[in-house]
């Protein structure tokens, strides 16, 4: 989603993002994953899955077929709302975040899919942290202050 223009953030950054399944039909889209530009929305296409149109305040699934509903599930929590959030301003990173035990600041693990940062995460996990995000982190400003949060 980093190569197309973002829309203004809403008024409102703390409203929720409204998901909505919408009836399949759709024909089944075939090639790889992709994001293209739809209107004002960030389509992504997961082939034999589903669409998702998503837009600052919302995201509209268009399923293809009859699909694994928890396949759906990761790919709007991996892809669909990380590009929402892209469009309300946040800077968004691949990674594992981490509360230390005693400690009121996290860290993030980053890098690509298959790396070791979930393990990595897990053995941090053991040893007394918490688990604040498994897959993506969003980052936006507050002030004077930097804030995140994670999905996944």
Known sequence: PGAAPRTVMPPDAEAPITVRLLE???????????????????????????????????IEITPFGAPDPDRIARLLVANALPASLWQRG???????VLLPPGRDAAF????????????????????????????????????????GGGLG
Not at 90 to 96: N, P, T, Y
Not at 112 to 131: C, H
């Open 24 to 58: 399949g039909g759709a024909p089944a889209a075939a090639g790889p994953e992709s994001f293209s530009r739809a209107g004002d929305a960030i389509r992504y296409t997961a082939p034999q899955t589903a669409r998702f149109d998503c837009r600052a305040d919302n």
């Open 90 to 96: 946040a800077f968004l990173l691949h990674a594992a």
């Open 108 to 147: 993030a693990i980053c890098g690509p899919s298959g790396s070791g940062k979930s393990m990595l995460a897990a053995q941090w996990v053991d040893a007394g942290a918490r688990l604040v995000a498994d897959d993506v982190m969003a980052l936006g400003g507050d002030g004077d202050m930097t804030r």
